[in-house]
């Protein structure tokens, strides 16, 4: 008998017949944000982004890789992944029957590290697997949510007032939770006037690893502003400065760049290094992970919420499907596409619904259509790997 808490949904993970995958493509595309993003770690206006295309039997699965062009937010990039993807990962999965997501992962796991890249391949194959069932991933996966409940991640700006008028005009747009980027330089009193304006709803913090251990009071000035969470306070690869940092905040943490895999989700939590965690299915490393992180946190009571890298419409895509899931009980940062890009790179672009929801695609695999000829337009390079 299950008991509360206990994931119980059914997955089908598996595709309709084992897939042999006749071709890998690895293509980029590049898209100019909107407004430049700035976060602790530096400053973004366009972003390059590998897209991941497989075909079996006639049916596609697409995918992204999160991964940027500097080490900035994780140790990978763009061209590590590119690195792995033709010289170690393709190979290993071509030439193969593959029957589920599951399968992916087994066969990527020899290989240390690179979940970004990994995450494309699972994303991919995920999209395929489900689209040969003629069902949408929501469905594979026992999503239970049609539509799911979104916050925006706004970056640093170049004062106090320019930052609360784009705080104010999303909150107008229906956004639930309002995520600040912080740094050293750029909290205290960015947080208080934030708060002033925008005095009862869901606000969190993202430092992206700004500070240290030694910030301890510093950061603990921060419980006055009733926060939902602080993320991502100190090193990336840190657990133990970050539980001995929980103990003396009252604000929860949550953890993101230091959750790699669900095995970390579990140790972060047995140590008390967080009380809420983001899954990044880019992350990571796709569907395996992501599903494992989900049900390690469902099972201990934790809530965890979905996310984001700056995707265009393919990972968004797969971000609302994994969203869908029950323990996705926090707004997720999931925004509308235009948020972000002036054109996205589906036909039917993500928008945000005045009660603060992105609904969630119905149609089979990630439910949205690719508009190819844009897609061609903005194309940089491409490769082939064929079985
Ligand atoms: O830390 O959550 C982060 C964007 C790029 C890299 C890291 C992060 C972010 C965001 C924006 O906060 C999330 C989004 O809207 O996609
Ligand atoms: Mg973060």
Known sequence: MSTAGTPTTTRTLDAAAPVRLSSIEVRLITLTLVRPFETSF?????????????????????????????PLFGAETITTARHVLADCFIPALLNRPLSAVTDVAAALRRFKGHQMAKAGLELAFMDLAARSRGISIREAIGGTRTAVPVGVSLGIEQTIPILVDQVLAHVAQGYQRIKLKIKPGWDLDVVGAVRDAYPKGWLSV??????TLADTEHLRQLDAFDLLMIEQPLAHDDMVDHAALQRALRSDICLDESIPHARAAAHALALGSCRLINIKIGRVGGYTEALGIHDTCQTRGVPVWCGGMLECGIGRAHNLALASLPNFSLPGDISASKRYWHRDVITSPFDVAADGTVAVPSGPGIGVTIDHDFLESITIDHQQFTA
């Open 206 to 211: 993202d430092a992206n690893t700004a500070y």
């Open 42 to 70: 530096g400053r973004v206006d366009a972003r390059v982004v590998p897209l991941i295309r497989m075909v079996a039997d006639g049916v596609e699965g697409w995918g992204e890789v999160v991964a940027d062009t500097q």
